[in-house]
């Protein structure tokens, strides 16, 4: 059980909007401490994909953008394309178990 | 380019200890705005962070590794390792060192990855 909880999968037609929850706690996002996105493509290692929140590196598409919340943030990906297809990952830092956790990943298809 | 890469042996035996060293190219590991560390990923299952190390030689453990792991630095040769000792087959897994940088540790994220290697456990 990891300690952020993703959905393990979404789907969508090419052009169409998804988004991905990551839902945390008081301890984690909810207490302040920002999350980060990753996109893992089949057989590759994981790229940073949003961070702090809402912050896109140089080179990542305008197509995906990343938001916080209370206890959760959320990661959106509009007009879909084939190439999206990857797992996705949410990271921040928990107070009580001391350490970066990670969600469990969330496996995007596109139709 | 900044470029990470990961080596050490891909089969460990059991109660053993998995040594891997991650070579830092393109840049220096002794910077004060970066913090290193290791992510592993089981097969067919989600990232778990290892842990983290500052150039200086502090280091940051996931408590329910912490009992196992040893992360070093050799600025010399702009190298990190990891040690995990008393492997089992739940050790199986691709490790990735990974470059963090943020506003402030709390915050840290992985901002450059290198390619991974695969470590399995078995006798």
């Known amino acids: 059980q990891s300690v952020l909880t993703q959905p393990p999968s979404v789907s969508g037609a090419p052009g169409q909007r998804v988004t991905i929850s990551c839902t945390g706690s008081?301890?984690?996002?909810?207490?302040?401490?920002?999350v980060h996105w990753y996109q893992q493509l089949p057989g590759t290692a994981p790229k940073l994909l949003i961070y702090?929140?809402?912050n896109r590196p140089s080179g990542v598409p305008d197509r995906f953008s990343g938001s916080k919340s209370g206890t959760s943030a959320s990661l959106a990906i509009t007009g879909l394309q084939a190439e999206d297809e990857a797992d996705y990952y949410c990271?921040?830092?928990?107070?009580?178990?001391?350490?970066?956790?990670f969600g469990g990943g969330t496996k995007v298809t596109v139709l | 380019q900044l470029q990470l890469q990961e080596s050490g042996p891909g089969l460990v035996k059991p109660s053993e200890t998995l040594s891997l060293t991650c070579t830092v190219s393109?840049?220096?590991?002794?910077?004060?705005?970066?913090?290193w560390g290791w992510i592993r990923q089981p097969p067919g299952k989600g990232l778990e962070w290892i842990g983290t190390?500052?150039?200086?030689?502090?280091?940051y453990y996931n408590p329910s590794l912490k009992s196992r792991v040893t992360i070093s630095v050799d600025t010399s040769k702009n190298q990190f390792s990891l040690k995990l000792s008393s492997v089992s087959a739940a050790d199986t897994a691709v490790y990735y060192c990974?470059?963090?940088?943020?506003?402030?540790?709390?915050?840290?994220?992985?901002?450059?990855w290198g390619k991974g290697t695969t470590v399995t456990v078995s006798s």
């Open positions: 990974a470059r963090h940088q943020g506003a402030a540790y709390y915050h840290y994220y992985m901002d450059v």
């Open positions: 393109g840049g220096s590991i002794s910077s004060s705005s970066y913090y």
């Open positions: 190390i500052y150039y200086g030689g502090t280091t």
């Open positions: 008081s301890s984690n996002i909810g207490a302040g401490y920002d």
């Open positions: 702090g929140n809402s």
């Open positions: 990271q921040s830092y928990d107070s009580s178990l001391s350490g970066r956790v």
